[in-house]
């Protein structure tokens, strides 16, 4: 089966092509506890209105994190002998130096890119689903305090070999809370919206790639799949004792930690 990955520019534009879409089981489209009480038409509803309720939880997080100061690489263009493109001052002038050339340097001001997965397996409660998401909201909002971020969401749904991965940027300026807290800690967003998108290709419940989400393989393919960078943040989806949903706030820390200690080595 051919893998789909298909990137959206917005909440909006999402919305939109879920709105020419038939859910494939239409009574498993009716709220349940197992979707947060959300049906199909109540989420595609909510997607744009947004949920705040869990905000305050995560603010509450950040209380409890350590300071951190974040730095990843950015391009910056410096004079050099040899170069991209041509420096006319330096050339009339004489100067050794009359080309152009990219340079990565560590910045505190270049933008964080954060990929979150939204998906959960089955044995995930929609409370435990909404800490998790709680915990990737509070890291967005420490990163957004020191520096710009960049938020998409996606679903790492699939099977043996293959994948099927809806990927939804959100308004990071600034943040879109209304928007990123629905989709982060609504079981709605998952397994209404994402899983109806994903019914259309003939999915079957499995993960990407057929694979744990966590695993390092898995990892590296949906980092290719979806056009990572090295420096760009990857959260695969999890299960019941993942350490977002045990121990958020150690789990923040190790990230916004990692992230500073491989640009100081």
């Known amino acids: 089966m051919q893998s789909v990955i298909t990137h959206y520019d917005s909440i909006g534009d999402f919305r939109r092509v879920l709105d020419t879409l038939?859910?494939?089981?239409?009574s498993d489209r009716k709220a349940s506890a197992w979707t947060g009480?959300?049906?199909?038409?109540?989420?595609?509803?909510?997607?744009?209105?947004?949920?705040m309720e869990s905000v305050p939880k995560a603010s509450a997080l950040l209380d409890q994190l350590a300071e951190h100061s974040i730095e990843l690489e950015q391009t910056v263009w410096e004079p050099s002998v040899a170069g991209a493109f041509p420096l006319v001052p330096a050339y009339l002038s004489g100067h050794?130096?009359?080309?152009?050339?990219?340079?990565?340097?560590?910045t505190?001001?270049?933008?964080?890119?954060?990929?979150?997965?939204?998906?959960?397996?089955?044995?995930?409660?929609s409370v435990d689903l909404e800490k998790r998401g709680i915990a990737i909201l509070a890291l967005c909002?420490?990163?957004?305090?020191v520096r710009p971020i960049e938020l998409f969401l996606y679903a790492d749904?699939?099977?043996?070999?293959?994948?099927?991965?809806?990927?939804?940027?959100?308004?990071?300026?600034?943040?879109?809370?209304?928007?990123?807290?629905?989709?982060?800690t609504s079981a709605g967003f998952l397994r209404q919206l994402c899983f109806g998108w994903a019914e259309q290709y003939g999915w079957g419940g499995g993960w990407a790639w057929g694979d744990n989400p966590t695993s390092a393989s898995s990892q590296r393919r949906t980092r290719?799949?979806?056009?990572?960078?090295?420096?760009?943040?990857?959260?695969?989806?999890?299960?019941?004792?993942?350490?977002?949903?045990?121990?958020?706030v150690e789990w923040i820390n190790e990230k916004?930690?990692?992230?500073?200690?491989a640009l100081d080595e």
């Not at 009480?37 to 949920?51: D, H, I, Q, T």
């Not at 001001?109 to 409660?125: E, I, L, N």
């Not at 990927?167 to 807290?181: G, N, Y």
């Open 96 to 106: 050794p130096e009359t080309m152009l050339r990219p340079v990565p340097t560590a």
């Open 141 to 145: 909002q420490k990163l957004g305090a």
């Open 157 to 184: 749904m699939g099977g043996s070999g293959h994948a099927f991965m809806p990927c939804v940027k959100v308004e990071t300026s600034p943040l879109d809370l209304a928007t990123a807290t629905f989709a982060l």
């Open 224 to 248: 290719e799949a979806l056009g990572l960078t090295d420096t760009d943040l990857l959260i695969p989806g999890g299960f019941s004792t993942d350490p977002l949903i045990r121990k958020p």
């Open 22 to 26: 038939t859910p494939a089981r239409a």
């Open 37 to 51: 009480g959300e049906s199909w038409v109540s989420a595609k509803r909510n997607l744009l209105v947004g949920k």
């Open 256 to 261: 916004v930690a990692f992230y500073t200690k």
């Open 108 to 125: 505190d001001r270049s933008p964080v890119k954060v990929y979150a997965s939204v998906c959960c397996s089955a044995g995930v409660d």
